[in-house]
C-alpha cells in the first residue's frame, strides 16, 4: 500500500527548517531552527567553515530542507556581513519571493506536509525554468553593483500550517562588482503562484519589505531571472541534507540519489559536466512553459481528469490526535498518540517526529521498531493483539520521555503518521 503523510505543528518554536544551499551559519544537521530572526547564530562550534565564494553576474542555487512541510513561500534578501544584524536591512534589500515547495506526485502532499525528501530537488540538477518552483530551490543572480567583500543571504519562510516565520542566512564573499554602477529600486516585489500554507497569507511576507537596488545586468537593472538557464556555481549542493529527518526514513533512502549525500554536514553529489537547461517540451517531465501540471495543459495536451494529487485517497485513518503532560522544569514529558481508525488494517506502524530530541525510556500500546540518530523520529509497530483493526476502531500508544533541561517549553509534535505495514 502507498503511504501517506499527515504532519501538524504545535506551535513549535524549534522546528526544523533551513537553508541549506549555499551553506548557512549553521551546518550541523540536527539543528535547531530560528523564528526571531533575521538570522541564526553563526554557530563555530558546528564543524568547519565552508566557502560560499561568487563573482558578480555567477548564479547561485538556494535550497532549503523540506522537513515534513509543504506550501507557502520563501523570501530571499541580500544585505551586507555586519549589517545584517536588524530585520530591516533585509526588509529594504529584497531579491525575490519564490514558492517554498511540495511534493507534486500523487499523493505526495496532504493537508501542507509531505514525506522528507518530497521529491526536492537533488544535488547536480538545479531550477532553470520560472514555473518550475515547486521543488525547494530556487536559483538567484549575484548582482553586478556589489563592492567586493562579504555579504548575507536570508530567506524568510512560514510554510504549512505554521504561524510564525523561520530565518536562516549564508554568509557569501562577492568579488568582481562594479559598486559604482547605480539602479533604481523596483515599486513591486512580484511573487508567483504557489501551493498555499495554511497560516501566514502572502501579503505578510512582503510587509515592510522592498526589493534592493540591484543591477542584473552589467550596464543596468536587468531582471534576476532573466538568464535562469544558466548553471548555478554551487549546483552540487543538495538542499535534501539528510534522511534522518525525514518522517519516513527507509522510504526516504529509497528516493533519487539521497543514498549519495556521504557527509549530512557538506550535502552534495558528485556531478561531472551539469550542461545548461534546454529548451522546454511537453515530455521533459518539468512543468514549464505555462503547463497546467507536469507536461500537460497550456501548450501542451489537456490533462487528465484525476483525483487531485494533494488527496490522500487511502490513507487508512480519520482522526491523528495527541495529547501530553509535560514538565519543563523537570525535563519530562508523558504522552498519548489516538488514531482512529477508518480502513480496516492488518498491522500498523505509527511514527511521531518531535522537534528536538526526547529520550523515551518507556511506551505502551506497541513495539517500538525505530529511532532516528537525532532521537526526533519514533516508529512503534503494533503489538500482536492490537494488530488487527476493523473500521472506527482506536488505538492508543504512549510514552514517558525525558528532555533537555532549561528549554523554555517541552519538545512538541512536528510530524505524526499512521500506515498499514
Known amino acids: 500500500m502507498k503511504l501517506f503523510l499527515l504532519a501538524a505543528l504545535f506551535g513549535a518554536s524549534f522546528a526544523h527548517t533551513w537553508m541549506s544551499c549555499p551553506w548557512s551559519f549553521d551546518v550541523d544537521p540536527g539543528r535547531p531552527a530560528d523564528t526571531t530572526g533575521p538570522c541564526e547564530t553563526e554557530n563555530v562550534w558546528h564543524g568547519v567553515k565552508y566557502p560560499n565564494e561568487y563573482k558578480a553576474g555567477d ?8 522537513n515534513n512541510h509543504a506550501g507557502g513561500w520563501v523570501r ?55 514555473e518550475d ?12 553593483n556589489l563592492a567586493d567583500g562579504d555579504y548575507v543571504l536570508q530567506i524568510k519562510s512560514a510554510m504549512s500550517s505554521h504561524p510564525h516565520f523561520y530565518y536562516s542566512c549564508a554568509r557569501i564573499s562577492v568579488t568582481g562588482g562594479n559598486p559604482s554602477l547605480k539602479c533604481p529600486q523596483d515599486k513591486l ?31 543596468g537593472p536587468g531582471y534576476i531571472d532573466a538568464d535562469m538557464y544558466r548553471v548555478p556555481k554551487n549546483v552540487q549542493c543538495d538542499p535534501r541534507i539528510t534522511c534522518a529527518v525525514s518522517i519516513d526514513g527507509k522510504g526516504c533512502k529509497n528516493q533519487d540519489k539521497m543514498k549519495d549525500i556521504t557527509n549530512d554536514w557538506k550535502p552534495e553529489q558528485v556531478c561531472g559536466e551539469v550542461k545548461p537547461a534546454p ?99 519514533y516508529v512503534f509497530k503494533n503489538n500482536g493483539w492490537n494488530g488487527r ?9 504512549g510514552f ?22
Open 76 to 130: 530571499i534578501a541580500l544585505a551586507p556581513y555586519g549589517q545584517h544584524k536588524t530585520h530591516k536591512a533585509f526588509d529594504d534589500n529584497v531579491m525575490k519571493v519564490s514558492c517554498y515547495g511540495h511534493d507534486q506526485r500523487p499523493g505526495g502532499t496532504v493537508y501542507g506536509d509531505c514525506k522528507h525528501p518530497c521529491n526536492a530537488r537533488p544535488g547536480c540538477e538545479y531550477q532553470a525554468y520560472e
Open 400 to 421: 514517558e520521555g525525558k528532555f533537555d533541561l532549561g528549554a523554555v517549553d517541552s519538545p512538541n509534535l512536528m510530524g505524526k503518521d499512521f500506515v498499514q505495514s
Open 59 to 66: 548564479r547561485m542555487k538556494v535550497g532549503w530542507t523540506s
Open 389 to 397: 483493526l476493523g473500521p472506527g476502531s482506536k488505538v492508543t500508544v
Open 279 to 377: 529548451a522546454p517540451t511537453c515530455e521533459d517531465g518539468v512543468k514549464n512553459q505555462g503547463e497546467e501540471r507536469i507536461d500537460c495543459g497550456g501548450p501542451c495536451a489537456a490533462c487528465p481528469v484525476t483525483m487531485p494529487p494533494t488527496t490522500p485517497a487511502d490513507r487508512v485513518y480519520s482522526k491523528f490526535d495527541f495529547q501530553k503532560i509535560a514538565y519543563p522544569s523537570e525535563g519530562y514529558m508523558n504522552g498519548n498518540a489516538i488514531v482512529h481508525v477508518r480502513h480496516r488494517v492488518n498491522g500498523w506502524n505509527l511514527t511521531l517526529f518531535f522537534d528536538r530530541k526526547v529520550e523515551i525510556s518507556q511506551y505502551w500500546g506497541g513495539k517500538l521498531l525505530s529511532v532516528n540518530e537525532f532521537k526526533t523520529v
Open 189 to 219: 516585489i512580484v511573487a508567483p503562484k504557489c501551493l498555499k500554507g495554511t497560516a501566514v497569507e502572502l501579503k505578510e511576507y512582503t510587509k515592510n519589505s522592498k526589493p534592493g537596488k540591484f543591477c542584473y545586468n552589467k550596464d
Open 133 to 144: 518552483n515547486a521543488r525547494f530551490d530556487t536559483t538567484v543572480k549575484i548582482p553586478h
